[in-house]
């Protein structure tokens, strides 16, 4: 049922369309990015809901699953099927002896290693997995469909966005985009990003990792967020942290599965130079990352030594929600040279790369446009015209292939 709270998402549409096409769709993302509300808003009327959460649910689905499906039929939400994998097994079989139609269960799930082993294993060619992300900035501005700037052509006539104020956009950042926090603006947004760290420890971590030491795991986590968008060097990580390079790995891989980190990989192609092989780390969310870094106020967070980290994150992950919302596999990068020329995010799309540098200042200048020009030197006719994403509310060429952006236009 819609609430006067509901934000409009992109990927409700597509998730329409994957229910007319699919038996089964999967819909994953992190814990609070608004999955059930989605499904709620969007299929309320059509399929009854049932969480795997609740402990005596959760055994009734492990040990009896065919009754289990016969006491709730299709067409039905099951929500955070990662607690009974093995009913994935007996929903292929109800789907198999009605192929044909469409619609049948729809899935959420926190849990990407659970879910892709399941559903590649029972649901292969049976069901769409889709993954939903924190709201995007588009979606908190009622405009969920709005293309990228590399997606739409510029006239003289098309109104610029409404800008945020410098205040208010760094407000925005340190509060972060989960929709609880979104929808009700007065919540405590440190009390609420404590509890959910905590909660998420407590259930997610320990059912996929064995965590002996939480305190440890909680260094491990500040650790990170204070090397987000850098180059990530494991084993140092590792050393800082006095523990061992494989439980460092097996820690990422957790924060990774349970969409609360995603790694971006450097863009490689055969130009004769030797690139970066190693990968940077974002969070999912801006606003957890804020937290986890000991931020408290949005002069804080603008002014101090990670304000060009969390402003780099905010736009990573802002271009990866228009693309995944959508339904699509992003295909996302970052470039740099061994000599240090670098652009923080590449985009690949059908036939070009598209280059985009952040910078933390809000008066853009033609020698942030630097690290692109050289890009689009290497790669010629494949790179497309480049972006410098700022945090002012100017719009400005800054030469003939480089355009500046506030950070409102992505």
């Not at 980190?261 to 055969?270: D, G």
């Not at 271009?319 to 996302?332: E, F, S, T, W």
């Given at each position: 049922?819609?609430?006067?709270?509901?934000?409009?998402?992109?990927?409700?549409?597509?998730?329409?369309?994957?229910?007319?096409?699919?038996?089964?769709?999967?819909?994953?993302?992190?814990r609070q990015s608004g999955k059930t509300t989605l499904l709620k808003h969007v299929f309320g009327k059509s399929h009854?809901?049932?969480?795997?959460?609740?402990?005596?649910?959760?055994?009734?689905?492990?040990?009896n699953p065919r009754a289990f499906l016969d006491f709730n039929p299709a067409p039905v939400i099951f929500d955070e099927i990662q607690y009974a994998p093995e009913l994935l097994a007996y929903i292929k079989e109800r789907i198999d002896a009605s192929r044909a139609t469409p619609g049948q269960y729809l899935l959420t799930g926190s849990q990407n290693l659970a879910l892709v082993e399941g559903v590649s294993e029972s649901l292969a060619g049976r069901a769409a997995v889709l993954e939903l992300l924190p709201l995007s900035q588009r979606e908190t501005a009622s405009a969920p469909n709005r293309s990228l700037p590399w997606e739409r052509k510029r006239t003289a006539q098309t109104p610029p966005e409404r800008p945020l104020s410098y205040r208010r956009l760094w407000e925005s950042l340190?509060?972060?985009?989960?929709?609880?926090?979104?929808?009700h603006p007065k919540r405590d947004g440190r009390l609420w990003h404590a509890s959910y760290v905590q909660t998420y420890l407590e259930r997610d971590v320990r059912s996929?990792?064995?965590?002996?030491?939480?305190?440890?795991?909680?260094?491990?986590?500040?650790?990170?967020?204070?090397?987000?968008?850098?180059?990530?060097?494991?084993?140092?990580?590792?050393?800082d942290l006095g523990i061992a390079l494989n439980t460092v790995k097996a820690w990422l891989s957790v924060l990774e599965a349970s969409f609360q980190?995603?790694?971006?990989?450097?863009?490689?192609?055969?130009l004769g130079k030797r690139l970066v092989k190693a990968p940077k780390v974002y969070f999912t969310d801006v606003g957890t990352l804020c937290y986890l870094t000991g931020l408290q106020s949005a002069e804080h967070a603008a002014a101090g030594p990670l304000g060009g980290a969390i402003m780099e994150t905010a736009v990573v992950m802002e271009?990866?929600?228009?693309?995944?919302?959508?339904?699509?596999?992003?295909?996302?990068?970052f470039w740099r040279t061994s000599t240090g020329m670098e652009v923080d995010v590449v985009i690949e799309t059908e036939n070009q790369l598209v280059?985009?540098?952040?910078?933390?200042s809000a008066t853009p200048i033609p020698a942030m446009a630097k690290g692109i020009h050289a890009f689009q030197k290497d790669f010629g006719g494949v790179a497309a015209h480049g972006y410098v994403i700022h945090s002012g509310d100017i719009t400005l060429p800054l030469s003939e292939s480089v355009t500046a952006l506030p950070f409102v236009e992505l």
């Open positions: 049922m819609a609430t006067q709270s509901y934000v409009e998402r992109t990927i409700a549409p597509v998730t329409r369309r994957v229910a007319r096409e699919f038996p089964a769709l999967v819909l994953t993302g992190p009854r809901y049932v969480s795997i959460e609740p402990p005596d649910v959760r055994i009734a689905a492990v040990e340190l509060r972060g985009n989960f929709p609880e926090l979104v929808a996929l990792r064995q965590v002996g030491d939480l305190t440890q795991f909680q260094n491990f986590l500040r650790a990170l967020a204070a090397r987000s968008t850098q180059l990530l060097n494991l084993a140092d990580l590792a050393r980190v995603i790694i971006l990989r450097p863009y490689h192609a055969n271009i990866r929600k228009a693309l995944v919302h959508r339904g699509i596999v992003p295909r996302m990068y280059p985009v540098e952040v910078k933390l």
